[in-house]
């Protein structure tokens, strides 16, 4: 099995420190996007049964924001090798309560992440142990 870890944020200092924090974890490269568009292109494109990816999920991005994503994701079938953290700045509680709604969501996490954070996070960790 082949573990991937993808971060999609819309940020490019968010994607920078996230990147920096996980050197910390793992020498394996985090693939990074600006969009759910081209992560979901990435994901469809290197796809297949020996691949499972866990994805640091922002909500509110350009072109094809989280949720939208999220849908795309279902509408693939791609929920059972996929698995999905949500990293936003939404303090929004409606935001939570949907990410419920996604049985391929396993935890939500408001921004930045931290050490702290990532270690609260036990299939976090997992997957960073995992990377190649």
């Not at 490269?29 to 969009?35: A, T």
């Not at 999920?57 to 072109?63: A, E, H, K, S």
């Not at 990410?99 to 921004?111: C, G, L, M, P």
């Amino acid at each position: 099995m082949t573990y991937r870890l993808l971060q999609i944020d819309d940020d490019p200092v968010i994607l920078f420190l996230h990147n920096k924090l996980f050197s910390k974890y793992t020498n394996s490269k985090i693939d990074q996007f600006k969009n759910g568009k081209l992560a979901l292109d990435h994901i469809l494109d290197n796809n297949g049964p020996d691949i499972s990816y866990m994805l640091l999920l922002d909500i509110n991005m350009p072109v094809m924001n989280g949720w939208e994503f999220m849908d795309e994701i279902c509408n693939h079938g791609l929920e059972k090798s996929i698995s999905v953290i949500i990293l936003t700045s939404s303090a929004d509680y409606a935001d939570l309560d949907k990410s419920k709604t996604y049985a391929n969501i396993v935890h939500f996490i408001q921004k930045p992440l931290t050490k702290e954070k990532i270690e609260k996070v036990p299939v976090l960790m997992e997957y960073l142990e995992l990377q190649e």
